[in-house]
């Protein structure tokens, strides 16, 4: 009798190990487990934007290019603004193959056409810029005088490639505004700020001074639904 109690209680423990093991086997791994799993492992964004280049899948921009009623292309700051997210914000070596291949996408032949070769001319504006700024060896505070020459310079850069009807819907404002700030670098203002206004304004005028030797920078222009 002794026995077969005996018996039956190694019967009971081997099943009660049995039944954890296979519980252990079955289980959903913890926290810590799935975190260092790498199916489940998020892409940085630096991942993401990498693989995005080399695969040039990049959808591009989400605005809608204007055309006039037939079928014309309008270089307004929305296809400057495609064009900055590719040459810009891109720094893969097929950049400009992307922004050709998008435009090609979006646009009707004739348009296209247009915008390729006006690609190619914004794609060399902005390489020449940015060797051109390098030669002016802009240290610190900038002196009106060269700031100034260099205005004058990069105006006729961007006339001989993008022509004088781009050049003033593009970086018209921000001329005004560049000429609006020398001028008061020239004959600063010996008062003190008299409100929050004025202080915003002087601040405003010190960015563009320094926007003006800085690299070639994307613009920023409001996104709109995608046409189809």
């Known amino acids: 009798m002794k026995q077969g109690y005996a018996l039956t209680g190694v019967v009971a423990a081997l099943l009660a190990a049995l039944t954890l093991f296979v519980s252990q086997l079955t289980a959903e791994p913890s926290p810590a487990q799935a975190s260092a799993s790498p199916t489940s492992a998020t892409p940085s964004a630096a991942a993401v934007r990498f693989f995005r280049e080399l695969g040039n899948s990049d959808p591009g921009p989400q605005l809608e290019l ?4 037939t079928q014309q292309l309008i270089a307004d700051g929305a ?8 040459l810009l914000e891109r720094s893969d070596d097929g950049r400009l193959q992307a922004l050709r291949d998008y435009l090609l996408k979006r646009l009707p032949p004739a348009a ?3 915008a390729l070769q006006l690609a190619d001319h914004y794609s060399a504006y902005l ?3 940015d060797a051109l ?3 002016q060896n802009f240290v610190g505070a900038p002196d009106p005088v060269r700031l100034a020459s260099w205005q004058q310079q990069r105006r006729q ?3 001989r490639l ?3 009807r781009i050049t ?3 970086f018209g404002t921000e001329d005004t505004y560049l000429t609006q700030a020398l001028t008061e670098a020239a004959h600063p203002s010996d008062t003190p700020v008299a409100d929050e206004d004025e202080a915003r304004h002087r601040a405003h005028m010190q960015q563009v001074l320094r926007d003006a030797v800085s690299n070639a920078a994307p613009v920023r222009y409001p996104a709109a639904p995608m046409a189809n």
């Open 112 to 114: 296209a056409q247009d």
């Open 157 to 159: 850069l961007r006339v």
């Open 127 to 129: 390489a020449q810029h």
């Open 168 to 170: 003033e819907e593009w």
């Open 162 to 164: 993008l022509g004088e």
């Open 79 to 86: 296809l400057r603004a495609v064009m900055d997210y590719f």
């Open 133 to 135: 700024l390098v030669a």
């Open 66 to 69: 204007a055309l006039t009623d």
